[in-house]
């Protein structure tokens, strides 16, 4: 098992390391190169710029029982597809049950601003963010692990 991060962006780059440690777990950071983010405890695959590039090189390096750290629905539902687990920033662990309304809503959400509607944007981070996030992961290693 390893934990892929899709780290563009992404606050809990830090956190996953440390709990990772741990658990003797490899972190993968996946990134492109506007966004090159290189942490100790973790490897680091730099990959070239263009839509969705690094969604695809990281759901390709995807084994069953690995951990993906991301925001971002669609490589959500594809790493379900190769029974790994998802999870995003906040401690949403995504699922089978969640994915497909959470595509939905994005899916409106475009609508909505392709025809010139405003949507909200993310609440600002809080430190509850990151409690929540650090219990999902625990219980996603443990989950995995189990299934081993």
């Known amino acids: 098992m390893k934990i892929l991060i899709d780290a563009d962006g992404c606050p809990v780059v830090d956190i996953t390391i440390d709990i990772a440690k741990t658990f003797q777990i490899q972190v993968v950071i996946f990134c492109d190169t506007a966004h090159s983010i290189e942490k100790e405890g973790a490897l680091t695959k730099i990959i070239a710029k263009g839509a969705d590039a690094v969604d695809f090189v990281l759901v390709n390096e995807v084994k069953a029982g690995d951990i993906i750290i991301t925001q971002d629905y669609g490589l959500a539902a ?18 089978e049950d969640n994915i497909d309304q959470l595509l939905f809503t994005r899916h409106v959400a475009k609508k909505v601003r392709s025809h010139g509607g405003r949507i909200k944007g993310p609440k600002k981070r809080e430190k509850e963010n990151d409690e929540a996030f650090k219990k999902s992961l625990i219980q996603l290693i443990l989950k995995s692990l189990n299934t081993l």
């Open 78 to 95: 594809m790493v379900l597809s190769k029974k790994g687990y998802p999870i995003n920033q906040n401690g949403l662990i995504y699922t």
